[in-house]
């Protein structure tokens, strides 16, 4: 069992709950309420409540709402010339006292619209000194648990015999985090959670992109390691006070976890197991020491030994893409054993045919995938290619060259081919590379990264390539936009979304592959029939096939179409219509005509004509490929020139639309955004440009030192 399954495997037996929420959490930067923030928390919990967990909340916040009424109300009462005196600072226990009154209205409102009860439960350090309070604290608790009732605990500052709220830390408690803690292990609680406006502990302060987030806190390792940060913006404490806290609750026997308040559904995830936030265990020193991942690390290897691939020659390159080749083949009874046993979990767990279909490698595909990078091999050198050359002055000529982007991170979905294309275009275009696969293709994407990092020499190193073996790294990946120059996800619109919600790293690739075929009435049919039967059929699940069928609208009653729908149905093709096919063909409707099928199934329309086919394409298509079949060239001239989409066909497969097939030796994915590369990606598009400008001691010297002339001249061979 892996550090991340045993480390969380205590919660199939958590029933008892303690969960913390901080003053950053309750509050906004202006310091009124985050009513979404704890609305989507309020509904989680009635959630976890009705699931059969007890939860017991200990809600910070109170001083902070009752300093704004109270400011509020001081400035609606106050004169101008009590503007003009200065200021006292409002009594923090006054504060509290007003505040608290308004917290727990708002709980019981919230609790109240989801049928769940809540009460009020305040506390002082001396309260715990007394051994009879803490009996009956436990009593009280256990009889409101029974009934369903959320405790909701606070310290009540208002008579508290400590000086002020947030000047004294002494005593048996000293802030909410340590009350929490205390309160876990007096109710005996089976977990605390602590919510922070942070995803969790960080080695050093969070807003510093070096630092990198702990999921399992060892005290033996990290005590030593990490930095902290500022405190809280407005609560008591802050991370220190937290792990203060989380430290002392783990080691007394209560498992802890630090993690974010403000990710929707962070606490339902946490009792999934998922490894979100940082986990805090008595026996977190004995588990197996597995590295931690280290996102930053793995970018800034693969940088590194990117820029010593692109200090090789151009033959020492072009060896390297050749000897992956040659492993490839050679282990191909490997790659078979690895990926067997993949589609075979996939079978048994239920997945979809199309996703089966995908992951499977079929009979002759490894050598097919080694014959493609070959040809890429042999391809000329992308990398440092003069592509322009001017003469600013005399003796001062300047290039435009070609140069690799730096360090990619590839997402995708089931496909294990898509692993080695992907990582022979990176050595190509001479870019670092962070590979993360679909878990479905696990077994496959681990031997497939294993044989071409074997095959990659040591003076580059392995870590060229970096495989991302567990989802949660993602997020992390994400952040550093700084060592990872562009992301392309391949597969779901889900999983284009979440990537594009996660990063400001630029994203290049598309959600869908809603691929039409147009027929005109001037299309040659029995060519129409090849052409919508290849597209559909080929490969369903390829997001370059067929998914929508438009046709003109003189061709419905024809003995040519009707042909056409035989032979679909005869390749086992489902239709679905539009509103005016559904009806003139008696088949269901579709419920969208956006929808990408990846299967054995698509939709037909009847259109008026060219326009309206275009028109359709422009409302529902998603950019990829589309396709007009017809003789009658003002038709064809109106599609081509007019569809907005990456790739645009004539009397051609959509199913052409492909990195290979345009002979671009392979591809990373196709792209329908509008900057940078658009339709299939080869090396090409993961290239940028640099200027390279030579001179003799030329000076600008406001512009007086050179003679413009802006010649452009010959690139040389």
Known sequence: ??????????????????????????????????????????????????????????????????????????????????????????????????????????????????????????????????????????????????????????????????????????????????????????????????????????????????????????????????????????????????????????????????????????????????????????????????????????????????????????EERKRVLLDVADALEANVRLINVENEADVSAAQEAGYEKSLISRLALKPGKIKSLANSIRVLANMEDPIGRVLKRTQLAEGLVLEKTSSPLGVLLIVFESRPEALVQIASLAIRSGNGLLLKGGKEAKRSNAILHKIITGAIPDSVGGKLIGLVTSREEIPDLLKHDDVIDLVIPRGSNKLVSQVKNLTKIPVLGHADGICHVYIDKSANMDMAKRIAVDAKVDYPAACNAMETLLVHKDLKDTTEFNDLVVDLRAEGVTLYGGPRASSLLNIPQAYSFHHEYSSMSCTVEFVDDVHAAIDHIHEHGSAHTDCVIAEDLEVVDAFLGQVDSAAVFHNASPRFCDGARFGLGAEVGISTSRIHARGPVGVEGLLTTRWILRGNGQVVDGDKGVIYTHKDLPIEP
Request: proline letters at 3%; one cysteine or more.
């Open 1 to 314: 069992m892996d550090e991340v399954d045993r480390s969380r495997a205590f919660l199939k037996d958590v029933k008892r709950i303690v969960l913390k929420v901080g003053t950053a959490v309750v509050t906004r930067n202006d310091g009124r309420i985050a009513l979404g923030r704890l609305g989507a928390l309020c509904e989680q919990l009635k959630e976890l409540n009705s699931q059969g967990y007890e939860v017991i909340l200990v809600s910070s916040g109170a001083v902070g709402l009752g300093r704004q009424r109270l400011r509020y109300r001081k400035l609606v009462n106050s004169s101008f010339a009590d503007l003009q005196k200065p200021q006292v600072e409002l009594d923090g226990k006054a504060c509290a006292a007003v505040g608290q009154n308004c917290l727990m209205a708002l709980y019981d409102t919230l609790f109240s619209q989801l049928d769940v009860s809540s009460a009020q439960l305040l506390v002082t350090d001396s309260d715990f000194r007394d051994r009879d309070f803490r009996k009956q604290l436990s009593d009280t608790v256990k009889s409101l648990l029974s009934l369903k009732v959320i405790p909701i605990f606070n310290e009540n500052d208002a008579v508290s015999t400590r000086r002020a709220p947030y000047e004294d830390s002494s005593g048996i408690f000293w802030d909410n985090d340590s009350l929490a803690a205390l309160l876990a292990l007096e109710l005996k609680a089976d977990l605390l959670v602590l919510l922070s406006d942070v995803d969790g502990l960080y080695s050093g302060p969070p807003s510093d992109p070096r630092s990198k987030i702990i999921h399992t806190y060892i005290k033996e390792k990290h005590q030593s390691e990490i930095t902290f940060g500022d405190k809280s913006r407005v609560g008591r404490g802050g991370m220190t006070a937290k792990v203060k806290a989380a430290v002392n609750a783990a080691y007394a026997g209560i498992p802890v976890v630090i993690t974010s308040g403000y990710a929707p559904g962070n606490l339902s995830k946490v009792l999934e197991g998922q490894r979100v936030g940082t986990l805090f265990h008595q026996d977190a020193h004995f588990w197996s020491p597995v590295k931690e991942v280290d996102a930053r690390g793995m970018a800034l290897a693969a940088r590194e030994s990117s820029r010593r691939l692109q200090a090789m020659t151009s």
